[in-house]
């Protein structure tokens, strides 16, 4: 009972679940691994201890609006990165754990002292259905939005289009702001400015500014890039670029002859005509340009890494910014080279207090365990360094702190 207009379909509002379900089932290719695939299908045999549910879990919940996958897990669960465990409980109604719509309705199974989760209450299976009389409305939706994200999109998204960690000599490379209109110090949106390709070190021209057939138009502006340093080494992992807009190349470089005084053809080089479409701050000359990068998938699938993982938070994301808290960035000193994936939890180590030992009549200093302070996810990779989510915290998060597999 739906017809099709496009990407939009008209559904009555009787099937609108049943129909997102199956429509789940078929979707896009998501990231989802193998291991994952292993567990989840290893508990929806078994289902999962009742120890390791939530003491308060429902018995049942019903999908609402504005909730997200991390969120519904930790409702079940007592750990939510646990996100395979989720979804082999319900593995036989929801194939796609990327697929999960609002009216869904979730029932808890406890059996033997293992526990399952169902889209149907348990000995319903099988069992006949009345009539179900539906009146003709309907509803336009568009399906691939209906679904609910595994986070808030709001605390990840809009810092994707922002910072970036890039080498010195990569962003010393970088086309750069040369002029403005009129002699203008600071530009916004709407201003035009001029702009030149890199050079190679300083020692001669690199690649231009080009509006050629396939070569990018959209550009992301950026200033000042910061040392990144290993907390406990100082080694020098990166540098963050400090996004402040956005341009658009609307004529690309080129090189014209003139003679000079003395009849001598020499060769100069035409400033690019770049438009600033969006404005973080005001931007100036000297900023360097990067091409917009391809649009990602913004899927997340929360999970404890593979294999042993621990280190150190770099830096807190925001100017003079010395504390995190829950849904703010941080920067830590691993990156994809250690093995680390976007999705990848780890909890956040509050590192124990140093003290004398007043019982002792030595008075030697010890030093108290390390406490579990929080978790974080890895939401972007870099080669030596990754950007993470404060997904919980019970106190400040600090440059220094460690972190490593969740328990």
Known sequence: MH???????TVSTAAAVLLCLSAGVQAQNFPVTSGQQATAAQVARTGIPLADLMPNAPDSYTVRSGDTLWAISGLFLKSPWRWPELWGMNLQDIRNPHRIYPGQQLFLDKRDGRATLRTRRAGSDGAPMGT???????????????????????AIEPFLAEPLIVDALGFSQAPRIVATQEGRVLLSRGDRAYALGGYAGGDGPGRPLSDAKGEPLDYRVFRNATALKDPTTQEILGYEAQYVGKAELVRGEYSVQNPDKDGTLQTERVPATIDIVAAKEEMRVG??????????????????????????????????????????IVVINRGSRDGLERGHVMAILKDGERLRDKTD????????????????????????????LILQATDGIKVGDRFTNPD
């Open 132 to 154: 179900v009389r539906v009146s003709p409305r309907t509803r336009y939706e568009s399906l691939a939005d209906a679904s609910i994200p595994t986070l808030a999109p709001q």
């Open 361 to 388: 009549s030595a008075r030697p200093d010890i030093k108290l365990p390390n406490e579990r302070n929080g978790l974080l996810m890895v939401f972007r990779t870099f080669d030596r360094l990754s950007y993470a």
């Open 287 to 328: 900023d360097r340009l990067i091409a917009e990068p391809p649009r990602e998938l913004r899927s997340y699938v929360p999970r404890a890494p593979s294999s042993p993982m621990a280190g150190q938070i770099v830096s807190v994301y925001g100017n003079a910014v010395a504390w995190a808290s829950e849904n703010q």
């Open 3 to 9: 017809t099709n207009f496009g990407r939009f379909r």
